[in-house]
């Protein structure tokens, strides 16, 4: 039987604008807690906080 996998896609939301502006992959097994990255968000025109989503738009 095939191993499920261990990679899973997911968007990166700005905190300050709420708008999705990447995409992802982590490792779930070895990364449980959320993402939380510096990123440069093109909305807000600079970089900000953002925080790991599983919903996809």
Known sequence: MA???QRVLLALICQVCKN?????SKNKLENKEKLLLK???KHCRKVTEHKETEKLD
């Open 39 to 41: 990123k440069f968000c």
């Open 3 to 5: 191993k499920k996998e």
């Open 20 to 24: 999705q502006n990447y995409l992802t």
